[in-house]
Every structure is written in structure tokens, then in C-alpha cells.
């Protein structure tokens, strides 16, 4: 059987939940990744999402330069034990349709990140094919109180004309 520890990735970049986001978007860039864990010492106490930084931080207009992580990331966050099996950490992954999870030790201190690549590259099996294709499937928005940012469906204005910057 495959454990995690033997799979996961060791020496993960990791954020201070005081750290900016503006901060962790420079360092999400330089680093080519679209999610660090977000740290207070060594333990795990949120992740942030490229994702975040747009719907939580963007799109409610905050200033990337004064907002803390801690008041845009994600805190309700999967995790795994090193110890724990493959088959164990990509039901995770596939029941909170996520593609990395991090790895904490029983203080639960951050020890590493999972990838679904990981688990297809180093792995071998067939629990990345699986997982990728249950972590895939389409999500059905709720389109309910939407801004008239989101627009009509295909892009474009709800009128079908093109906007310009004169409108």
C-alpha cells in the first residue's frame, strides 16, 4: 500500500495569515502556482487560492496592498496525515473537488502539499484518473443575486451588443 508520505511534495512555500495579498499574489506568480498554505508558525490554518484573491479579495474591491489573508483565504480547509493511504487522500481530493491537499503532522504542522500530479507522476496508478475525473465534474452555479458583472451567458452584454469604454 501507498502512503502520502511517499508521494507528497516536501518544502512547500507557505504565507503568513498577516502577510498582503498583494504579497501572496507576487509570490504566487514567481512561484507559478495557483495555491499556497497559509501558516501561523508551522501550523496549517488556511489555504489561498488564486481563486480567493479574485472572488473574496477583487471582486469585493479590498486593497491587495492592506488586506490580510486572513480575511480572504480559505480556512475550512482538507487535510491529510502522512501516514494516511492514497486511496484515503484522493477520496478527499475527489470529495472536496480539490486538486492539491496539504499534509500535517498530528500537531497538525504543515509537511507537505499532495498533488493530484504527485499522485499521477510519482504514483502510477489509476487513483489519478479517478480522481481527476470526480474532482472534475462541472458545478452547477447559483446564479441567484449576481451582479450585472457576470452578464449573459457565452460573454458579452445581456443586450448582445459589445461594450465599449464609452459605456
Known amino acids: 500500500m501507498t502512503i502520502v508520505r ?25 512561484l507559478d502556482v495557483g495555491s499556497i498554505p497559509v501558516c501561523d508558525g508551522k501550523r496549517l490554518v488556511g489555504v489561498l487560492t488564486d481563486r480567493d484573491i479574485t472572488i473574496r479579495s477583487v ?36 470529495d472536496a473537488q480539490i486538486r492539491r491537499l496539504p499534509i500535517v503532522d498530528h500537531e497538525r504542522h504543515l509537511v507537505g502539499v499532495l498533488s493530484l500530479g504527485d499522485v499521477a507522476v510519482k504514483g502510477g496508478s489509476q487513483e489519478a484518473s479517478e480522481a481527476l475525473k470526480d474532482i472534475s465534474s462541472p458545478s452547477e452555479p447559483e446564479r441567484s443575486g449576481q451582479s450585472a458583472a457576470s452578464g449573459a451567458a457565452g460573454g458579452g452584454s445581456a443586450s448582445g451588443q459589445p461594450r465599449t469604454s464609452l459605456e
Do not use: H, K
Request: hydrophobic share 40%.
Open 6 to 30: 511517499d508521494l507528497m511534495t516536501r518544502g512547500v512555500r507557505t504565507l503568513s495569515p498577516s502577510d498582503t495579498v498583494m504579497f501572496a499574489a507576487q509570490a504566487m506568480a514567481e
Open 59 to 94: 471582486a469585493q474591491g479590498f486593497d491587495p496592498q492592506n488586506t490580510a489573508l486572513e480575511q480572504v483565504m480559505s480556512s475550512d480547509v482538507q487535510w491529510c496525515y502522512e501516514e494516511q493511504s492514497i486511496e484515503e487522500a484522493t477520496q478527499l481530493m475527489r
